[in-house]
């Protein structure tokens, strides 16, 4: 048998462990939702405050977050990045055609949660009443919404890299 700490996964209590102050403070800002100072973000990661905001700026810079000027500067994780990012990997890793059939697939499949629940959209359902009115429990019905609304949401996606690998743009400002 062999040493039983070497085997199995590593260890939750510092997911960080080993990477560098860059990518620690990437990977906070992954994990931040709200405003928060570089401060704060250096307590996390343990480094200085000073090295936390040479990278937020840098991060800020490239859009990865948004910074808000004010007393203390604070820095918020910059969605619109993260969305235009996986759209242009989209883009870029799938035809075309690809992407257009991934759409009229999503479209199907969110056509039949619409003819189902006879709405337009899954925030229009009750979905207790739905239960009752269906063979379905109610736990049914709300991963159906769930999986309605990412359906949605993804259809989204594609047909923005559709259209963006049609243009042949990468551009992260009309990405």
């Known amino acids: 048998m062999g ?10 209590d510092d997911p960080f462990q080993g990477e ?4 620690r403070i990437y ?11 570089a401060s ?7 480094c200085g405050p000073k090295t936390a905001r040479k990278y ?5 810079d490239l859009s990865v977050v948004t910074r808000y000027e004010g007393r203390p500067t604070t820095y918020e994780r ?19 055609e690809a992407l257009r059939e991934h759409v009229r697939d999503l479209t199907d499949r969110i056509d039949a949660y619409e003819r189902r629940y006879a709405a337009e959209g899954p ?15 109610i736990d049914e019905v709300y991963r159906d919404l769930s999986e309605w609304a990412t359906a ?19 551009d992260f400002a009309t990405g």
Request: overall charge negative; charged content about 40%; hydrophobic content about 30%.
């Open 78 to 96: 910059n969605d619109a990045y993260f969305e235009w990012r996986h759209v242009d990997r989209l883009a870029s890793e799938h035809s075309i």
């Open 152 to 170: 949605r949401k993804e259809r989204e996606r594609y047909e923005r890299a559709r259209r963006q690998r049609s243009r042949g743009s990468r």
């Open 56 to 60: 937020l700026d840098w991060f800020a």
């Open 123 to 137: 925030e229009a359902v009750d979905a207790v009443g739905a239960a009752e009115d269906t063979d379905l429990t």
């Open 20 to 23: 560098d102050v860059e990518q």
């Open 40 to 46: 704060a973000i250096a307590d996390r990661v343990e």
């Open 27 to 37: 990977g906070t800002i992954l994990q931040t939702r709200e405003p928060t100072t």
């Open 3 to 12: 040493d039983s700490e070497s085997s199995g996964p590593p260890p939750f």
